[in-house]
């Protein structure tokens, strides 16, 4: 009988996995809005395998920031743009199997890849890391790509209120 934290991996990979497939099918409704929410889903079932390699402090940062900020700006922009449900289009036959089959290489190579691996017994690594640090090491080395990011963000979404903006006449 596998260990409870085998379930809760298994659960985990299998709801990131689904969500995540179901954030470009979404066969339920054609609204970017449940692709979104799907979205959400898939960030905290892979903050649930953060969780599961100990790894706390990646896990509330996959809440907090992109649970929480990014899918709030993402909700902000669908909403702003006023985006209708999208008509279903035609599949068209050659391009659905030239991906089909890209897909297929892909997988293949990946199942050769994970054959030919032998297994070693590592030492499990040492974390020297601590939040402190990190914030440290954010704010003192990485300050100008920090605050390059912030602006980026900033002047997307002016951007996405002036494309959005409605002419009055």
Known sequence: MPATADLFFYLFAFMTLFCGVMVVVNPFSRNPVTSAVFLVLTILSMSGLFILLHAFFL??????????????????????????EEERRKIKVVSASIGSL??????????????????????????????????????????????????????????VILLSKKDLK
Do not use: C, N, W
């Not at 809440?63 to 209708?84: E, H, N, Q, R, T």
């Not at 402190?132 to 605050?147: M, V």
């Open 102 to 159: 890209a897909v297929l290489a892909i997988a293949g190579l990946f199942v050769k890849s994970i054959h030919e691996t032998r297994t070693a017994s590592l030492p499990l690594p040492f974390v020297e890391g601590t939040v402190s640090k990190l914030g440290a090491e954010l704010f003192t080395r990485f300050l100008l790509p920090f605050e390059i990011v912030s602006i980026l963000l900033l002047v997307a979404m002016i951007g």
């Open 59 to 84: 896990a509330a940062v996959q809440v907090i920031v992109y649970a929480g900020a990014v899918i709030v700006l993402f909700l902000f922009v669908i909403m702003l743009l006023d985006l209708k």
